[in-house]
């Protein structure tokens, strides 16, 4: 639910590697515009903001944000302004913009095909699984396979097959479908059509959590304090309060670690997540969780701290530009069974270097 777009460069970088400068970001963004309901803090940019033709996708500010002045404050002790992040992104505090609508999650669904269901070229598909794309003898996409209800059907195109099925299941049905590197795909027993190193660079933007910093004023999240009728009753009548709050997050920010400051160029490789979470009973149980650190460590670190029930918030530093390279490859030409996935998070010592000096900051 966060809308952050991303940095300039990045979308030039990705032109300069395709040799497809329609990924240029001056390129890009009309269609980020296009697709905007935009309801947030800085309408009156309009090269960033301006309302095009149609737009579905709805993005709106917070009105709720706990900590957020003291965020943005201690940001510009440190020299750094409190701006827009999305328009464009670069360094400086401010708060988060999302894609909900009356503080209610507004998705892919809810923004780009609930309002389309009815069209006559348009076929929603439910229950399905696409497990594998038909390829004619020239290589060309031509249908995809998928299965529903334990049946195997085919839908055909007399185009093109978009393939948006994410980080992992895209890499997971071009495999399948025996795009990929050619070894690779003998050892499961698929059939190569076009040897490619499909799987070879994965990259996952690392993060680590910093917490608890306690504070002293009533201004986080605990839920068995905060959260009764009231709080139930302002997210479902007026769209306001905790409960909008994806992960109870409320601002952001980006900056450069010091080997992008010697550059000159502003495109920060960092970027800091506020979150105004108490340490509530479970805390620990939920964090375990998230990150598979023990339970019992995590206990017995915020006991220590005494910091059960206390105000606090928590930090989270991500990795916005990483250098070390994953692998997906398939556990077998099983359409069905999950892909093994090797992160390699921190193999370029290059990452844990960034992180480090993120947390030092």
Request: proline share 5%; net charge positive.
């Amino acid at each position: 639910m966060l809308y952050v777009r991303g940095h300039p460069l990045d979308y030039d970088l990705w032109a300069n590697i395709t040799g497809d400068p329609g990924w240029k970001y001056e390129n890009v963004l009309p269609y980020f515009k296009k697709s905007l309901d935009y309801h947030g803090a800085y309408a009156d940019n309009e090269k960033h903001y301006g309302q095009a033709g149609y737009g579905y996708l709805n993005v709106e500010k917070r009105t709720y944000k706990p900590l957020h002045k003291y965020f943005v404050n201690g940001g510009k002790e440190l020299g750094y302004s409190e701006i827009d992040l999305n328009g464009p992104q670069k360094s400086g505090f401010g708060p988060l913009e999302v894609t909900q609508r009356r503080g209610e999650r507004h998705g892919t669904f809810a923004a780009f095909l609930k309002n389309f269901m009815g069209r006559e070229n348009l076929r929603v598909i439910k229950y399905a699984q696409a497990v594998k794309i038909k390829l004619d003898k020239n290589q060309r996409a031509v249908g995809v396979w998928y299965i529903q209800h334990g049946k195997k059907l085919l839908a055909k195109v007399s185009k093109e097959v978009i393939l948006s099925s994410g980080s992992v299941g895209s890499p997971q049905l071009l495999l399948l479908s025996g795009i990929g590197p050619k070894e690779h795909l003998k050892s499961v027993g698929i059939k190569p059509r076009v040897d490619l190193p499909v799987g070879k660079n994965m990259k996952d933007h690392l993060a680590t959590m910093i917490f608890p910093f306690i504070i002293n004023v009533t201004q986080s999240m605990i839920p068995e304090r905060d959260f009764g009728l009231k709080t139930f009753t302002d997210y479902f009548f007026q769209g306001h309060g905790p409960l909008t709050l994806p992960t109870g997050t409320s601002s952001h920010a980006f900056f450069s670690s010091s080997f992008v400051k010697k550059t000159g160029i502003d495109w920060p490789d960092l970027q800091l997540y506020l979150m105004a979470v108490g340490m509530y009973g479970s805390f620990s149980e939920d964090i375990s969780s998230l990150t598979k650190v023990r339970k019992e460590l995590l206990d017995k670190y915020l006991e220590s701290a005494s910091a059960i029930g206390k105000d606090a918030f928590v930090l989270m530093i991500n990795l916005a530009r990483v250098k070390s390279f994953g692998e997906l490859k398939l556990a077998s030409k099983d359409p069905l069974k999950h892909p093994i996935i090797d992160p390699r998070y921190l193999s370029d010592p290059h990452d844990l270097k960034v992180i480090l000096e993120g947390k030092e900051a």
